[in-house]
């Protein structure tokens, strides 16, 4: 973990040292400042949520009008992908009822929110996943028949785990949150939300 | 790690990005209903009621020295309210800072009425059964903006730093969620559940949700001011509590304000 944070922000340094790259650190630095004095902790967020690990700061930097140059987005999808941890039963797939529940709810990690119960994951915020729920997001592609479409084998099984664990080992920069990595979801929880997208019997294959 | 489930996982991605189009064009019927609706109360809007009581506040002698805020300077001069909000946020000469709306009148409560600092933030929002000044006023000065065309400017060096820290804050990705504004706001035509989310980056979309802020809000039975949509939205973003006034309020807001600019302003106005 340390050695990835570390080769990272090594990555951080040689782009932001390259011409070609934003010259903006200093506004960056007053701004974070700026940050820090204008909120206040609240509930279970606190100021730390302010500093940007090193993913943050890259896809911060490389957004709006910055385009997220292919070798840059090449070593960050390498450094996530190096985050993914498996179940250590090998066993990738839960209930897809328990996942539904969960790709429903969006509570958790909001000041408004206790902290003590378990958070729910809020797929439908920005997918489509079955064809009952009508009220869903499009920030992300629809989900509809994932595995009908792609298959139901030990290789979709893992990219949807991936995806899920850390979407920015597939997709540089994405807008996905980090389920796994960011511990927003438990293991358990985790195989319920794949077997919502890998099970036959679920909505989103039907 | 074994590469050849990434390289098939991968191949398969491409199938998926098809098929949303149908089910989009269904809903777009439901969002029409909506827009009915409040097309249908905007006849009506409660709104008023706050600029009636804001204007009545306004006028009204308050505070130790017992003054109104008629000689608030509002950045057009000492008690002109007309097409003021249109050009705010602003750089102030006698506070050294740029504020907003809502920080301008923390100032003015103080040096006119002789609130402390604590007073004029107290209860900057309100809620069921709790009226507050802060509302009123806001509603009232906003209302007397209606129809000027957005003109904020960043000749001032501090308009110009503003106007990038606000940006930089925009982009600003953290928390355990990783959102920044950009991750809701920062792409055209999408939506969070249902929920229509305004490119914040784009001129149209910008001109449209900045000029119709603040708002009466229909689910809430209140009326909804700027510095309360962005600690909302802060919230769903997973971070901490932003402070009523802050600079990091401001300085978002003339980012967007700016990117409102050349829209005729049209506000208070009314939302689910």
Request: proline residues 5%; charged residues 25%; hydrophobic residues 40%.
């Amino acid at each position: 973990m340390k050695t990835k944070i570390i080769a990272l922000s090594a990555i951080a340094a040689a782009v932001s040292a390259c011409a070609t790259a934003p010259s903006d650190a200093p506004v960056a630095k007053n701004s974070l400042a700026v940050m820090k004095a204008s909120f206040t902790a609240k509930g279970q967020a606190k100021l730390d949520r302010l500093d940007q690990d090193s993913l943050q700061r890259l896809c911060s930097i490389y957004s709006g009008d910055n385009e997220l140059p292919k070798d840059v987005a090449a070593r960050i999808e390498k450094e996530q992908l190096a985050t993914i941890k498996f179940p250590a039963d090998g066993k990738l797939l839960g209930d897809w009822k328990s996942g539904e529940k969960i790709a429903q709810s969006g509570r958790g990690g909001q000041f408004s929110d206790d902290p003590t119960k378990p958070s729910g994951a809020n797929c439908y915020a920005c997918h489509q996943l079955s064809k009952a729920e009508l009220s869903y997001g499009t920030i992300g592609p629809s989900l509809y028949n994932f595995a009908k479409v792609r298959g139901y084998g030990p290789d979709v099984q893992k990219y949807a785990w991936t995806k899920v664990y850390n979407s920015h080992a597939f997709a540089a920069c994405s807008t996905m949150p980090r389920f796994g990595h960011q511990g927003i979801l438990t293991e358990g929880q985790m195989k319920d939300i794949v077997a919502l997208l890998m099970d036959p019997n679920s909505p989103v294959n039907k | 790690m074994n590469r050849t489930w990434e390289t098939a996982a991968r191949a398969a991605c491409a199938a998926l990005f098809l098929s949303t189009a149908g089910a989009v064009a269904q809903e777009r019927t439901a969002v029409e209903e909506i827009e009915r609706y409040r097309q249908a109360l905007a006849d009506g809007n409660p709104a008023e009621l706050w600029e009636a009581r804001g204007e009545g506040l306004w006028k009204q002698k308050a505070g130790p020295k017992n003054a109104s805020l008629e000689q608030c300077d509002l950045g057009l001069g000492p008690g002109v309210v007309k097409g003021a909000y249109a050009e705010l946020p602003r750089f102030f000469a006698d506070t050294g800072k740029v504020e907003d709306l809502e920080s301008r009148l923390v100032t003015c409560r103080m040096t006119l009425q002789g609130l402390t600092a604590a007073e004029a933030r107290k209860d900057p929002f309100g809620s069921t059964g709790k009226k507050v000044v802060n509302d009123a006023l806001v509603a009232f000065i906003t209302s007397e903006s209606r129809g000027y065309v957005m003109n904020v400017k960043t000749a001032h060096p501090k308009e110009a730093e503003a106007f990038e820290i606000g940006k930089k804050i925009f982009f600003h990705r953290g928390g355990p969620y990783d959102f920044a504004c950009a991750t809701c706001h920062g792409v055209d035509n999408i939506r969070i559940r249902l929920q229509d989310l305004p490119n914040l980056t784009k001129k149209g979309d910008a001109q449209r949700a900045y000029t119709s802020w603040p708002a009466y809000r229909v689910s809430q039975g209140e009326l909804r001011t700027f510095q309360w949509r962005l600690e909302d939205c802060f919230r769903q973003q997973r971070f901490p509590h932003l402070e009523f006034t802050s600079e990091a309020s401001v300085a978002l807001t003339l980012f967007l304000a700016k990117n409102a600019n050349g829209a005729p302003y049209n506000a208070p106005a009314i939302k689910r």
